[in-house]
Nanobody, 112 residues
Framework: VQLVESGGGLVRAGGSLRLSCAAF????MGWYRQAPGKQRELVAV????????NYAYSVKGRFTISRDNAKNTMYLQMNSLQPEDTAVYYC??????????WGRGTQVTVSS
């Protein structure tokens, strides 16, 4: 049971990145991020009971979360990146028993 993130890197302000989260024995549910010296915060999540996705106000209109159920992989398309988006991005998911699990994270660095 694990989540494996990929796709992070260094990009200039205004650029784009796409993060991937491959899930094994679990269902990927959302993306969170943690900047140095700050608490982990929600970026975008699929609601567990259905309904529309939820985005942090700071990323609305720039980031898009999606999921390929056939591949059990979740994505985060990030456009118009800004230096304040610099953080480690984590994938969160649920096991069959309902337990919450986390990936190890992928670093996103946006230079000005």
């Amino acid at each position: 049971v694990q989540l494996v993130e990929s796709g992070g890197g260094l990009v200039r302000a205004g650029g784009s990145l796409r993060l991937s989260c491959a899930a094994f024995g679990s269902t990927p549910m959302g993306w969170y991020r943690q900047a140095p010296g700050k608490q982990r915060e929600l970026v975008a999540v699929f609601p567990g009971g259905g309904g529309s996705t939820n985005y942090a106000y700071s990323v609305k209109g720039r980031f898009t979360i999606s999921r390929d159920n056939a591949k059990n992989t979740m994505y985060l398309q990030m456009n118009s990146l800004q230096p304040e988006d610099t953080a480690v991005y984590y994938c969160n998911g649920r096991t069959v028993s309902g337990a919450s699990i986390w990936g190890r994270g992928t670093q996103v660095t946006v230079s000005s």
